[in-house]
């Protein structure tokens, strides 16, 4: 007599007071027999593992593409001919639907690959994004891992890409001067075409042109493989 009882909870249980848990307890101490308390607990720990799982995958991708949506149409360097010469398709790609979208390909023996640039990158974008081949959705340079580690800033990385796609620039005109108009040839080919050719002395400008070329190419080159490739 006048001792107010509490709720009524099953022996052995411990649930935190106030909690949505101790709530779920305080439910099943009334309803479950003594042996299914343990494998109830149990089953209950585990979605909330897998809740708490699955909530942390979709936070890290939605910051995986707040940060592809900034850093990637400034850049494009990995569609536009710079980076890569050519993409190999993989088992998974479907190269009729490739193909039916308005990507070229290409058979070498037994490899199905397409060149860059990239006849689907236009104006600094991805026509066929969401159906993009898997190499290409897997790809992701330093630049974006760096962001994703949380070791550079947004802004660092933006000052990078800005300053690679000055000298790709300046690699392009230099080679558009000396007569190379293949815009639809990767970079690297293009500038063993000019560099393969004899050099005429007689032509100052040109001789001067193309050591400007070699320079842009060799700052081109160091900021690839500094900030790019993986």
Known sequence: HGTRSGPRTHPGTKPSPGSNHARSWRILARSLPP?????????SQARMALRK????????????AETVGKLCPPCGLCCNGALFGDVELQKSDNAKKLAALGLPLQRM????????PCACFKDNLCTIYADRPSRCRAF???????????????DTALKAIQRTRQINETVLRLLREL?????????NRRCSQVMSQPVDLSRGKSVDIRGELMMAVNQLVHNLERNFLC
């Open 109 to 116: 023996g037994n490899k199905t690959r397409f060149l860059q």
């Open 53 to 64: 799982h699955l909530m942390k995958n979709i936070d890290r991708d939605s910051t995986k």
């Open 179 to 187: 007569g190379n108009a293949e815009e639809l040839l990767p970079l």
């Open 140 to 154: 992701e340079c330093r630049l974006l891992q760096k962001v994703q580690a949380g070791n550079i800033s947004v």
């Open 35 to 43: 042996h299914q308390i343990g494998i109830a607990e149990k089953i």
